[in-house]
């Protein structure tokens, strides 16, 4: 297993040049872990400098319409670093891309918590709670696993930031296809919506309701993932005694922060809130 550790305070070329940290100061960075076998299962990890085994990991998902994106994506950084400077331990993982079988990312969101939880006596954080933050196609599959794969109840809470709930919504499809983005749903189940509409609610989000604690964040001028699929989720929580929260800010797009990030620090405080509420213990 390949892993590059960095020590933050070591970082004098940073200093002398000075650039800016990518981390709060005396993060200890473990970057590029190997999770699994595939090229993909790779894992950075986080860990703040005053920590214990009570200090528990956010594990970060990121987006890209299941074809793309990264682990170290940019949108990914802010809330890390909030997180971080928060007291908690942060992950954050790549997945293997679309490949016909959703349930090999579902392996990948396991593997990755079965490779914290392994690491959590040597790291000094707790091996028992966590929390999936996702974004986009990495919120839909947070849910998914929060609420239709957490076999072990390990993960506490669930937030997703414009993930996907409803995979059989006709808004969601006017609304992806406008973006030519139809494609990236069939390679990832393995079939059109014609061929086999029963495996787009199999992996819908909104058709599985366990007792996990979701914050749902939406734009309210989205339109790619419209905030109707925020909505609907909630609503079914709600109505089945699931404690669930929702924010939709109106000027936020697919960036929820909105234009000028008018909406970062509102949003960062209510995920930190939301935390303290449902995961800390």
């Not at 790779?42 to 860990?47: G, Q, R």
């Not at 989205?222 to 709600?238: H, N, R, S, Y």
């Not at 000027?251 to 509420?277: A, C, F, R, S």
Request: with cysteine; charged share 15%; net charge negative.
């Amino acid at each position: 297993m390949f892993t590059s550790k960095i020590a933050v305070p070591l970082l004098v070329v940073l200093l002398f040049t000075g650039c800016i940290l990518p981390f709060p100061k005396g993060t200890e960075a473990l970057q590029n872990q190997s999770y699994g076998s595939h090229q993909r299962n790779k894992i950075d990890v986080f860990l703040p400098e005053e920590r214990d085994t009570s200090t528990e990991i956010i594990l970060l998902i990121h987006g890209g319409a299941w074809v793309a994106g990264d682990k170290g994506g940019a949108e990914l950084k802010d809330i890390r670093n909030s997180l971080l400077e928060a007291g908690y331990a942060v992950a954050s993982m790549n997945y293997r891309y679309a490949c016909g079988d959703y349930h090999k990312q579902m392996e990948d969101v396991d593997n990755a918590l079965n490779h914290l939880s392994s690491h959590a006596t040597e790291w000094n954080v707790n091996s028992e709670r966590y929390a999936l933050m996702g974004f986009s196609a990495g919120g839909h599959l947070a849910l998914l696993y929060g609420h239709a794969f957490d076999s072990n109840n390990r993960v506490k809470t669930v937030i997703s930031n414009v993930g996907p709930t409803d995979l059989t919504n006709s808004l969601f499809h006017q609304y992806i296809n406008h973006y030519n983005l139809m494609y990236s749903i069939e390679q990832l189940l393995g079939a059109t919506f014609e061929e086999d509409s029963a495996l787009y609610a199999e992996a819908s989000p909104l058709f599985h309701s366990s007792n996990c604690p979701t914050l749902f964040l939406y734009g309210g001028m989205d339109d790619l993932v419209p905030k109707e699929q925020g909505i609907a989720m909630f609503d079914t929580l709600i109505a089945n005694g699931v404690v669930a929260d929702t924010t939709i800010p109106a000027q936020g797009t697919h960036n929820v922060y909105g234009p000028n990030n008018i909406y970062k620090n509102q949003i960062d405080n209510e995920v930190l809130d939301w935390l303290q509420l449902h995961l800390n213990q």
